[in-house]
């Protein structure tokens, strides 16, 4: 499939399935200002040798099903094209891609739990999964990221008529780990999508979810918080594409950051086409910056093309600890550290409340608090 260009002054303009029809990267274009190049192994310019693993497996319950199959499958690649180099690169990439598919009005007992482990950063890995959610269907999906990797893959979520997909995202990598990854959602007609994204691992991380429509009535949330440390670079960049009347999205990401050359970068790009009428969106992103040194981009973005719309907003914040807020818990006799966490832990804990698993939902808290104990 060729290139395919939208009329329209975005950052995603452009999408293809060829590497070459992206060039590398060299930092001065606005996709890739805030990434650090030098840090990514070389995934962005094809000098990354394809000598690494990371291993996937996949959980299933009762009446969902997994399969491994060749990227000659129809079900491949459906959903999404590659809107830059390195998830073009992904995609051209990959030996064998995860598809799992929840039929038809299941609703399974349990999330579908999807484990991925580095072994190394000696070479570079590609990988692709698709879950594919049937009409009336209602399901949780876990993707769990760990170990030592320099990854890039593709992720597409695609959700039918009324059905529901919830997703949770842990990007809880060793120390020196590098991922790029593009999320796509799709969703058909009364669809519902809830995306959770944590990440608090790795050295370099960056994480593209994005969400399109093809029929009235759909829904997406999407969600996140991050906690970044020195020298860490973590960047989330969103895209929710409303071009189908009477939809409906929200964005809420939340970060913490504190020690030297720690940076956060997330963009919000939201765009409703002149045939989107009645829809309903709104995005936001909080940035806590704890200590000097600390950094965070936040770039909301809307682009409205229809004057019919339902609601459209977006707001962006960053700053320190609200002096009033340690006062008011000081006053009362909670000592400054204790008060501090209190603040932080309330911050992103409104967010991780979400996580619909009580099991992965402690693994956060307790990795924040441990965030909070360095």
């Not at 990267?25 to 606005?30: A, L, V």
């Not at 959980?59 to 998830?87: I, K, L, N």
């Not at 991380?205 to 973590?234: C, K, N």
């Amino acid at each position: 499939m060729g290139l395919n260009e939208k009329p329209l002054s975005t950052l995603h303009e452009k999408s293809s399935y060829n590497v070459d029809d992206f060039a590398v990267p060299t930092g001065r274009e606005e996709k890739w200002r805030f990434t650090p190049l030098s840090r990514l192994k070389g995934l962005h310019d094809g000098t990354a040798e394809v000598t690494g693993q990371v291993v996937t497996q996949a959980y299933t319950p009762a009446g969902v099903t997994a399969e491994w199959v060749g990227r000659d499958d129809a079900r491949v690649g459906q959903a999404f094209a590659p809107t830059d180099r390195v998830s073009a690169q992904a995609y051209n990439a990959f030996e064998k891609a995860l598809v799992v598919t929840v039929p038809k009005e299941a609703v399974p007992a349990e999330p579908i739990q999807i484990e991925l482990r580095g072994g190394g950063t000696a070479g570079a890995a590609y990988g692709h999964i698709v879950v594919k959610v049937e009409p009336m269907a209602e399901a949780v999906v876990v993707l769990d990221h760990q170990g030592s990797a320099v990854y890039a893959d593709n992720v597409e979520f695609v959700v039918g008529d009324g059905a529901t997909l919830k997703v949770i995202s842990l990007q809880d990598w060793a120390d020196d780990a590098v991922h790029v990854s593009q999320h796509h959602a799709q969703l058909a007609k009364d669809a519902t999508f809830r995306s959770f994204v944590v990440t608090l691992g790795g050295d370099l991380v960056r994480l593209s979810p994005s969400v399109s429509y093809t029929a009235q009535g759909g829904d997406a949330d999407l969600a996140g918080v991050y906690f970044v440390d020195a020298g860490q670079h973590l960047e989330h960049r969103l895209l929710v594409d409303h071009s189908t009347p009477n939809c409906k999205s929200h964005v809420d990401y939340r970060g913490a950051l504190q020690g030297e050359d720690a940076h956060a970068v997330w963009i919000g790009d939201v765009i409703i086409r002149v045939e989107a009428e009645g829809t309903d969106t709104y995005e936001r992103n909080r940035n806590l910056l704890l200590t000097d040194g600390a950094r965070a981009d936040s770039v909301p973005n809307l682009e409205i093309l229809t004057g019919e719309v339902a609601g459209a907003g977006h707001a962006s914040t960053s700053g320190r600890l609200d002096d009033e807020h340690l006062f008011y818990l000081q006053a009362r006799g909670i000592p400054v550290d204790e008060a501090r966490r209190l603040v932080i832990r309330g911050f992103l804990g409104q967010l991780v409340e979400k996580i619909s698993v009580p099991e992965l939902r402690e693994r956060v808290l307790a990795k924040i608090e441990a965030e909070l104990e360095k």
